[in-house]
């Protein structure tokens, strides 16, 4: 089983030399952590603060930067991935998750406001992103977050 993964950069020269490899790793870990089965495709745009603003800015009417934001094209359920419940793609057969953006600066600045790094800053975002995209939400403090700070802890092998 191949997902299809299409990462962009908006702008020239961002992100890293390795960053794409490190998006697609994580987006595999974390299908394989979630048991999905079928071929998803996913895509990845990256940019910068003043990009995924204007983002946030025309699709959420959040007239602010983020680290990453995530556009499901289903509504599924935490842990209960559901391929019947997802848009198809009638060409490929693809199961379409979504998309994300990825703003390279505010990744760089929290890998090193956390110490941890930007490899594993991206890895994370991802993470984090995928996990929106199977249904996994942390908007109230209740037990949908805890749950998605579980999984996320999880598949990025944290203590």
Known sequence: MEHEIYISREKTGLGHNNSAALIKKAIKMTLAAEKINVPCLISVMLT??????A??????????A???LSF??????PGEFDPSACEKDLDTGLMLLGDMVI????????????GHGYEREIQYL?????????????MDEGEMKKQMRSREKDIMGDE
Do not use: A, M, W
């Not at 703003?103 to 956390?114: A, L, M």
């Not at 992103?129 to 942390?138: C, F, R, V």
């Open 48 to 53: 910068d603060d003043e990009g995924i603003r």
């Open 55 to 64: 983002v946030n800015r025309d699709f959420r009417g959040v007239d602010s």
């Open 66 to 68: 983020t680290d990453v």
């Open 72 to 77: 499901p094209l289903n509504e599924l359920k």
């Open 103 to 114: 703003s390279v600066p505010r990744c760089e600045r929290q890998g090193e406001e956390f």
């Open 126 to 138: 991802t993470v984090h992103s995928i996990l929106h995209l199977l249904g996994y939400d942390h």
